[in-house]
Each structure stands twice: as C-alpha cells, then as structure tokens.
C-alpha cells in the first residue's frame, strides 16, 4: 500500500508531530518482536485518547493503509510486527489506570499500563488480578488482551479472557464498540468481548479494559522439590493435580534449565538433580501452612530427593527471579531459539517430556523445556544456529515433530503466544477447514478491508 505525503500530514494533524516519527532509526526499534524477525514500517504513531485511534481508523479504511497495533513488542510470534508495511500504532501512552472499584471488584484500564503495574496498584487496596505472564514488568494489558496470555498462576486461576468482563474498542471502520459488562453475570447477545480476547489485534484495537478482581489472599507459600529424573517430576505433577489441594502454580525446570539458572539461587542444589518443581499456595495462613507441609509429605513419597519451603518472600522471589531468568540466560547455549508453547492433557506431561527428549536425540540440537506444568503448558526452547543452514534445517523439523506429537497427545500449538505469523503455517493441522472459514468470515465482518494487523493467523 505504502503512505503518500497527505497520508502523513494527516495522521500530523490527528497526532500532532511529536507523536508520528518516520527516522529509519526510530522505525527500526518497532520493526521487531522477541521472535527476532523484522519489518520495516513506513511510520510509527503514538495515539493518546480513543478519539485519535477512531481517527486513525477512518483514515486508514479511507486512504487503505494497514494499522498494526503493538504494546511492549515482547510478543513471541510475530503478532506485532508490521509484515506488509504501513502504520505500527504504540499505545504506550494510552497507559491510565482509569478506575479501580474496590465495592465491585473492577478495575478499568488502558490497553498501555504495564501489567505489573496494574498488579501493585490493586494489591495495594487488598485486591487481587491473577494473570502474571513472565513478562509482566514490560508487557502491556492490550498485549495480554490481544494474546490471552496466561502465566504460573494460571493453573489455579485462569488466564487473561478470565478475567476481562468487557471491553471498549475501535474497529477499523473507526466506529467505537463497547462489550460485555461491568457485572459478575452477563449473557445479553454474542460474546464479543471473549472474541476480541485472544484475537491477535486482527479484529479491533482495544481502548479501555474492564477487569474482574478478587479479593488478595492472605498468605502464600512457596516450595521447591528437586527431583533426580524428569519422568519423577512429569510424573508427581499429574499425581499433585489429582489432590485436594490445588497449588496456584506448578512450574517445572529441566537439567539443563536448573544448570542454567544455578546461580540465581541463594543455596546448595543438591548432587544429582535432574529436575525442580516450584509450587506455590495461597490462602489462610493456617490454610497454607496446614497444604504446605501435605504438600511436602506428597512429594517425598512421589520420589523428591529434597522440598525446600521458602521463609520468607525473599526467598520466594529469588526462586521465581530464576524462573523469570530463563528465556534470556538461553542464549548461553546456542545464538538463537524457537520457543514453543505447547499444551498437552496433564495426565500426558511425562510422555510430553519423552518426546522432547527424543527430539533432541534425533536432530542432534539443545532442546530445553520448562514452563506451567500444573496446567500442561510446557515451553519447549530449540536451541540452535540460524546461520547454519543443517541447523536451521533440524530446527524446524524438529518443531514439525514436536507439533505433530502434541496434536497426537490430544494437545494445543499454543496455550498462550499465539498463532502470529510463526505458527500460521500449522493452524490447519489443528482447526478444519470449516472452521478456518469461519474464523476468517469473522474477521472479513470486523475488517472488510483488512486494514488492521494483515498477515496474521491465516495463510
């Protein structure tokens, strides 16, 4: 499509010249996502009020120019990344946290405040909001939204569509929708506000968020059981989630991750670990203490060589520091990674972790997993060369393995990156025809003119 000269001094005009930059320099710091793929956008505006992103729409569905949205640009599939060019919109100063409603457990937000902000604001009033991706210090609630990311706590409380009541949002008409409820119930008409959740920014721009709140748990507890084999880890979890005792998180290290991640421990790991499980509880302080130490007994019979209970919330951050650590200490072992976000049924976890492992055998290259075991989701990071072309090669027979094995186990190609520009190839693998169709019926209704994010989920 490209931008003619009135293209740009009318997007000047809705903006301001502060907030639209064209420097190559400056394009190129929003041509990219943690995929490490790039493309060069013809600009890049910084919207503040809803009002300039209806603006912007109607411009673009007049002049047909392509809008991409993008919050932090930590995505892992390519879902803000500008492949056909045009408009990348940042909506880094649409960042207000509008209203937080502590009578009617909401909150109301912008799709620009930083997740972990949004987490300190509402405990600080004794509330709660449970998603917690990874990312949470740089990832926007608009990404959340766009991705329905999920995170450790997840298995316990749900991901991000659980707790979006509604929505406001610009189409790419530029008309102003609005979704959903303020209310614990609602069922009037379609969900649209579960629709626009999860949709990748291929549907509308989302300008105001409600989300539902709970009340902050009182105390919580956080554990770390070493394991000398991985099938004894695999194994304990599917066993841990049949109790009555529902940890909120149930993440899981290999070797090579516990290697990785050694010196962000503040103790001796034990000889011979071959896996760490990191729970965490929450609830009564009589409640936790009481399923901590069942917990504790559990894993011992399970097979744990050590269970360690962090003191204090110290200790518990410096587990969950060399949690968060891992994605980037990768790197140590090979210049580039694909990292995958599969999910199988909890009962197939141990043969999940066999197939990594066979993988690795069979194409030769470093395959590290770790992720939310209590919920399935297993981060599987192929770890290779892309300037090698035999590993590039291996690379990606080895994710066609690892898919074809997920969608053999009952499983998912994505519990929370989403499908972007990286996995569009396997969508068909998993979703028929008919539904594809559908899928793709539904955008044509939102964006007749494929105006917003083109390129993305479909071939």
């Known amino acids: 499509m490209g931008l003619s000269p009135s293209i740009y001094k009318d997007l000047e005009k809705i903006l301001g010249k502060e907030y639209l930059t064209v420097k190559k320099e400056e394009l190129l710091c929003y041509s990219y996502d943690a995929t490490g793929q790039s493309y060069l956008p013809d600009a890049v505006i910084f919207p503040e009020t809803e009002a300039q992103v209806a603006d912007i729409f109607k411009l673009a569905s007049a002049k047909k120019f392509f809008v991409?949205?993008?919050?932090?640009?930590?995505?892992?599939?390519?879902?803000?990344?500008?492949?056909?060019?045009?408009?990348?919109?940042?909506?880094?100063?649409?960042?207000?946290?509008?209203?937080?409603d502590e009578e009617n457990f909401i909150a109301r937000v912008e799709p620009g405040v930083i997740v972990s902000e949004i987490h300190k604001a509402v405990e600080a009033k004794g509330l709660f909001y449970p998603p917690d991706p990874a990312s949470s210090s740089v990832c926007t609630i608009g990404g959340n939204v766009g991705e329905c990311a999920g995170g450790p706590r997840a298995v316990k409380y749900g991901v991000t569509r659980d707790y979006v009541l509604g929505l406001r949002a610009v189409i790419p008409s530029g008309q102003i929708i609005e979704t959903g409820v303020a209310t614990a119930k609602g069922v009037a008409g379609y969900d649209l506000t579960r629709l626009i959740v999860g949709s990748e920014g291929t549907?509308?721009?989302?300008?105001?968020?409600?989300?539902?709140?709970?009340?902050?748990?009182?105390?919580?507890?956080?554990?770390?059981?070493?394991?000398d084999s991985m099938d004894k880890a695999a194994q304990t979890v599917s066993k841990v989630m049949k109790q009555a005792t529902i940890p909120r998180c149930v993440e899981y290290l290999d070797e090579a991750c516990i290697n990785l991640v050694r010196k962000f421990l503040s103790f001796e790991l034990p000889e011979g670990i071959r896996a760490l499980l990191i729970l965490e509880l929450d609830g009564t302080w009589d409640q936790v203490e009481r399923e901590a130490e069942q917990i504790k007994k559990f894993c011992y019979g399970a097979g744990a060589q050590k269970v360690l209970v962090a003191e204090d919330e110290k200790a518990a951050?410096?587990?969950?520091?060399?949690?968060?650590?891992?994605?980037?200490?990768?790197?140590?072992?090979a210049p580039n990674k694909i990292n995958e976000d599969i999910v199988v049924p909890i009962s197939k976890i141990p043969r999940m972790v066999e197939i990594t492992r066979e993988i690795q055998r069979t194409s030769g290259?470093?395959?590290?997993?770790?992720?939310?075991?209590?919920?399935?989701?297993?981060?599987?990071?192929?770890?290779?060369?892309?300037?090698?072309?035999?590993?590039?090669?291996?690379?990606?027979?080895?994710?066609?393995?690892?898919?074809?094995?997920?969608?053999?186990?009952?499983?998912?190609?994505?519990?929370?990156?989403?499908?972007?520009?990286?996995?569009?190839?396997?969508?068909?693998?998993?979703?028929?025809?008919?539904?594809?169709?559908?899928?793709?019926?539904?955008?044509?209704?939102?964006?007749?003119?494929?105006?917003?994010?083109?390129?993305?989920?479909?071939?």
């Open 68 to 100: 991409v949205p993008r919050g932090s640009g930590s995505g892992m599939t390519g879902g803000a990344i500008p492949v056909a060019g045009g408009v990348v919109l940042v909506t880094s100063r649409m960042n207000r946290i509008i209203e937080i």
């Open 203 to 227: 549907l509308a721009l989302v300008t105001q968020i409600t989300l539902k709140l709970l009340p902050k748990p009182a105390a919580v507890k956080t554990m770390a059981v070493f394991f």
């Open 317 to 333: 951050q410096q587990l969950w520091e060399a949690r968060r650590a891992l994605s980037p200490v990768l790197y140590k072992i």
């Open 365 to 459: 290259l470093t395959v590290v997993s770790f992720g939310h075991a209590g919920d399935g989701n297993i981060h599987c990071n192929i770890m290779y060369d892309k300037k090698d072309a035999a590993q590039t090669q291996k690379a990606e027979q080895a994710v066609d393995d690892l898919f074809a094995a997920t969608l053999k186990l009952g499983g998912t190609i994505t519990g929370e990156h989403g499908v972007g520009i990286t996995k569009s190839k396997y969508l068909p693998l998993e979703i028929g025809s008919t539904e594809l169709e559908i899928m793709k019926g539904i955008k044509k209704v939102f964006d007749p003119d494929t105006i917003l994010n083109p390129g993305k989920i479909f071939l």
